[in-house]
């Protein structure tokens, strides 16, 4: 969401961040709207201050015996009041014409973000790691999980259809152990308070985090208009909405472990094998909510926290800078960490991590209080994902695999799977 004023002072601005995007220029539509929003309500303010006067000269006239004046002065402010009751009905619409087109409109990117179409204009930040050297044709991480005997996909599409799995024994176990390891260190080294947040939320909550209304088709919904959260972005960072924080208690970091849902609608075709893409996955999630000051740097001590969990597990990875055109629809600028995949022989996205600037903080209401000055001004949200549990258990599975299909327990999750240091195949 934007603020109207900035866009008044700076449609060039504004029109030139969209254009980044790939989109055609909207100051004019906007701020033909805006005005005519403004000089509506002028119109009633006006017919509410001279409703008010006359009122007033309603009982002066009846006073000095002027009945005709009197009655006159009635017909005005009945007049007047019918014009008040139907123009307020016209500024909510007018209102909600802007707020929509607000609404529909992505975050405008930062100056330091390469400009591109797609993913082919990213730019690789660093690499780290060494990609590992197999003496045998690595395997992907289904078929890992399908001769080790522990990873199920039959049985969870008889329950459940297309893009679930059921995970059993040791694995299960091992998947648990990484969302636990990424859960200490984010809140004991990385000063992470720990939540548990609800997994359905109201539709503004979605809003406010602006996966609605665009991505709805994306998401699913409840009955009684409930919504799955398609990450814990969602309920943590709407734990700031409608509210006044003191710059003091600035940043606040949140992190949960949760499941997340998704349709998948626009993935048709895409990663049907395996766990990759699906429709239930857990994820351990990243949020700050910091100053405007702040928030630039935060982003990179989130992105650190993102990639220490991979250096950890002694797992290769990649970071990328996005493209305007392949970044969030709620971002100014994300880093994607792309984790090494010896069974795909390529890397894979396993975190993103965006700042948001003000962009959710308006469509949520959150604002802080400066310890100097008056008045408040609006938060910066940011979020990221430290890391996707069920690919980083795809990661772990297939960079430690053995020749025998085997896998050996990073020395990380050891104590996290106490007497286990390899996962045997079934015989």
């Given amino acids: 969401m934007f603020d109207v004023r900035w866009i008044r002072e700076n ?83 007018l209102t909600e014409d802007l707020d929509g087109l607000l609404a529909a409109l992505p975050n405008l990117p930062l100056d330091d973000v390469p400009v591109g179409a797609d993913e082919a204009a990213n730019l690789e930040h660093r690499v780290a790691g060494d990609i590992p050297d197999f003496d045998f044709e690595p395997r992907q991480h289904f078929e890992i999980g399908e001769t080790l005997g522990l990873m199920d996909f039959e049985t969870a599409a008889r329950i459940s259809g297309a893009r679930f799995v059921v995970l059993k024994g040791a694995l299960a176990r091992l998947e648990r152990a990484l969302a636990a390891f990424m859960l200490d260190l984010q809140t004991n080294e990385n000063g992470y308070l720990e939540v548990q947040p609800p997994f359905l939320v109201r539709p503004d909550a979605l809003f406010g985090t602006s996966q609605l209304p665009k991505f709805a088709e994306d998401l699913f919904r409840t009955t009684d208009d409930k919504w799955l959260i398609p990450t814990a972005e969602v309920p943590l960072t709407n734990m700031v909405r409608e509210t006044i924080v003191d710059e003091g208690d600035l940043p606040l970091r949140f992190t949960a472990h949760t499941p997340c849902f998704r349709s998948e609608a626009g993935s048709a075709g895409k990663d049907t094998r395996g766990m990759f893409r699906q429709h239930q996955f857990t994820k351990v999630e990243l949020v700050s909510i910091t100053t405007p000051e702040q928030s630039d740097a935060e982003l990179e001590r989130m992105l650190s926290c993102a990639e220490e969990v991979l250096k950890r597990l002694e797992l290769p990875y990649r970071v990328v800078v996005l493209s305007t055109g392949d970044m969030g629809f709620g971002a100014r600028k994300t880093y994607d960490i792309e984790v090494w995949l010896p069974g795909q022989n390529q890397y894979r996205e396993i975190s993103s991590c965006s700042v948001c600037g003000d962009f959710q903080a308006r469509r949520m209401q959150a604002r802080y209080r400066p310890q100097e000055g008056k008045g408040t001004s609006f938060v910066h949200t940011l979020n990221g994902s430290g890391l996707a549990v069920g690919r980083t258990l795809i990661a772990v599975l297939e960079n430690y695999q053995m020749s025998d299909s085997s896998v050996r327990i990073p020395d990380a999750l050891k104590p996290y799977m106490p007497g286990i240091v390899s996962l045997e195949p079934s015989t």
């Fill in 11 to 93: 449609p060039e601005s504004f029109d030139a961040g969209l254009a980044k995007r790939g989109l055609e220029a909207r100051s004019s539509e906007i701020l033909r709207l805006d005005e005519a929003r403004r000089g509506h309500i002028a119109k009633l303010q006006d017919a509410q201050t001279r409703r008010n006067d006359a009122s007033k000269q309603i009982g002066a006239a009846k006073g000095s015996g002027d009945d005709a004046a009197a009655q006159s002065l009635i017909a005005e402010v009945a007049e007047l009041k019918s014009f008040i009751q139907g123009g307020e009905e016209e500024e909510r619409r």
